[in-house]
Antibody, heavy 114, light 107 residues
């Protein structure tokens, strides 16, 4: 069974950083592009970005490119999202997904507030 | 960025009714269009990819069509488990933008 489990969410102060993890199982992680999507309260889904199998290609939505960094550790079957300079607009549920969007995690909640 | 305009934003329908949701891209996306179902519990499921291909495990009452800029998702007979928010997404060029969503409710 394909499983994606996000962790690392929580309450963070404005201007601080936070790193999310996504543990993958049930498939050959290093064969797949992976990605992140978020949903702010009362808003729709927003594509954050994606990373290819060997991390040589990473695509971001332009408005987040300077704040967010996607990486992966194929030995640990784990995807990461490093978020910096967080603001209230980054409060959201963050989902990891296979880049084809055929498998999603349950999401990690991030709240940016003082 | 390619803008995806989804309509309607909300829809009320009866069980067994045929439901159609539309999605228009700001440019030709060459059938790289997917549909997703998001439930209140937060789970997200891919239903349709490449305009009309049914994702394994998705019920056959879901179908997709379209070309160029205009696409649609149809539920041939609404069931209670279909109550959710539906999103389209273009997969033609990054950033792979989503529509704003259609919230489907029971009449």
């Amino acid at each position: 069974e394909v499983k994606l489990v996000e962790s690392g969410g929580g309450l963070v102060q404005p201007g601080r950083s936070l790193k999310l993890s996504c543990a993958a199982s049930g498939f050959s992680f290093n064969d797949y592009w992976m990605g992140w999507v978020r949903q702010a309260p009362g808003k729709g889904l927003e594509w954050i970005g994606e990373i290819n199998q060997d991390s040589s290609t990473i695509n971001y939505t332009p408005s987040l490119k300077d704040k967010f960094t996607i990486s992966r550790d194929n030995a640990q079957n784990t995807l990461y999202l490093q978020m910096s300079k967080l603001g209230s607009e980054d409060t959201a549920i963050y989902y990891c997904a296979r880049a084809d969007m055929d498998a999603w995690g349950q999401g990690a909640s991030v709240t940016v507030s003082s | 960025d390619i803008k995806m305009t989804q309509s309607p934003s909300s829809l009320s329908a009866s069980l067994g009714e045929r439901v159609t949701i539309s999605c228009r891209a700001s440019e030709n996306i060459n059938n790289y269009l997917s549909w997703y179902q998001k439930k209140e519990d937060g789970s997200v499921k891919l239903l349709i990819y490449h305009t009309s291909r049914l994702q394994p495990g998705a019920p056959s009452r879901f179908s997709g069509s379209g070309s160029g800029k205009d696409y649609s998702l149809t539920i041939s007979g609404l069931e209670s488990e279909d109550i959710a928010t539906y999103y389209c997404q273009q997969g033609y060029t990054p950033p792979y933008t989503f529509g704003a969503g259609t919230k489907l409710e029971l009449k």
